[in-house]
Nanobody, 114 residues
Framework: QVQLVESGGGLVQAGGSLRLSCAASGSIGSINAMGWYRQAPGAQRELVARFTSGGSTNYADSVKGRFTISRDNAKNTMYLQMNRLKSEDTAAYYC????????WGQGTQVTVSS
């Protein structure tokens, strides 16, 4: 199984940007289905962005146009670039990669102040 470590969260002012990283313990070149969830206290878990097994990308309506998912297979890392952040984006962000089993990162907290 792939082990995932997230980083890049923090405190940012509304309108600012952050880039989250999801570093895998092994090669991710053969893994197509991967993405990012987020969950705020008292809220439902929300799928933010993902690569589908077919190679396309999907974004939640709430982040479309502001967030971009990307990957660097040479670095075994997936990214989530978050721009024009809003207070509503405050949540714990979790990455996942689907191989034979679902693999999850530990989460990284994003807090947006207004």
């Amino acid at each position: 199984q792939v082990q995932l470590v997230e980083s890049g969260g923090g405190l940012v002012q509304a309108g600012g940007s952050l880039r989250l990283s999801c570093a895998a313990s092994g090669s991710i070149g053969s893994i197509n289905a991967m993405g990012w969830y987020r969950q705020a206290p008292g809220a439902q878990r929300e799928l933010v962005a993902r690569f589908t097994s077919g190679g396309s990308t999907n974004y939640a309506d709430s982040v479309k146009g502001r967030f971009t998912i990307s990957r660097d297979n040479a670095k075994n890392t997936m990214y989530l670039q978050m721009n024009r952040l809003k207070s509503e984006d405050t949540a714990a962000y979790y990455c996942y990669m689907l191989a034979l089993h679902m693999n999850w990162g530990q989460g990284t907290q994003v807090t947006v102040s207004s």
